[in-house]
């Protein structure tokens, strides 16, 4: 367990912008509000004077038309909810701001290969294309379809935040890795925990004690002003799952 914090320095992660196409969904309901009611045809057909056998193609004209503009209706509709969940900005897999090889020998560099360029990048892919069977089934108003999508977004989209988190609590010795916090959050850390060595100590126990896959964390808790720690089940974010703001986390699988 002091190999992992010999690695590891404090970095709070944002969150990617998610960024609405609002412009094309405007332009959008503005060309279905501006549509010509076929209802018009019938007037003008009935302003001329025209036969009575005239007036019943209108009426059928009409029908067919009004028929036609709900279901283009309904097809508009549909588009701007896909044009408005497809908009978000895809997931991509966070470049590394250090070799693979830097952490030695504390940290393999194969096993951050594999672990960022293969097991990262996975949950990438899986949640963007979660997403996308979401964006579909919203726009179909497909419930099942919805439901069904939110298991596959919650373990990658968390596995995404996670690790894009844990790269960022990472670095060589020469940049820092290792080094014990300073400044407010050291103090922070020693009036909540008694001591940063009492601090890594419980995570340590609550991380190891994890089952299967998991991780231990070091949040910040809003309403209390605190900092806490907290473990997590497979890849369950921690500020969605408890609220906590995550500031350091240590990866089970790792």
């Not at 690695?7 to 196409?21: D, F, L, M």
């Not at 899986?126 to 108003?141: C, G, I």
Request: charged residues 15%; neutral net charge; contains cysteine.
């Amino acid at each position: 367990e002091s190999r992992l914090f010999q690695a590891q320095k404090v970095h709070h992660a944002s969150t990617p912008p998610v960024r609405y196409a609002s412009k094309n969904i405007l332009r959008v309901e503005n060309i279905l509000r501006c549509r010509r009611r076929p209802h018009h045809l019938l007037a003008e057909q009935l302003q001329t004077g025209c036969s009575l056998a005239a007036t019943r193609a209108a009426l059928h004209v009409v029908a067919a038309e009004s028929h036609n503009t709900r279901a283009k209706t309904h097809d508009t509709h549909r588009t701007a909810r896909l044009l408005q969940a497809h908009a978000r900005t895809k997931a991509t897999l966070p470049a590394l701001g250090y070799e693979y090889s830097a952490l030695e020998p504390v940290i393999s560099g194969t096993i951050m290969e594999l672990h960022h360029s293969k097991h990262h990048n996975t949950y990438v892919t899986n949640f963007n294309a979660a997403t996308e069977k979401l964006a579909t089934a919203v726009a179909d108003d497909d419930v099942t379809g919805i439901v069904a999508a939110q298991a596959a977004i919650k373990f990658n989209g968390g596995g995404h935040l996670n690790h894009s988190i844990f790269w960022q609590n990472l670095a060589p010795q020469s940049e820092g890795g290792g080094a014990p916090p300073t400044g407010a959050l050291s103090t922070k850390i020693d009036a909540d925990f008694g001591s940063f060595d009492a601090m890594k100590t419980k995570l340590s126990q609550m991380t190891v004690a994890v089952q299967g896959s998991g991780w231990g964390w070091l949040g910040y808790n809003k309403a209390t002003d605190a900092l806490q720690l907290a473990t997590c089940a497979n890849q369950d974010p921690l500020e969605a799952t408890t609220g906590l703001v995550p500031i350091f986390g240590i990866d089970v699988w790792e």
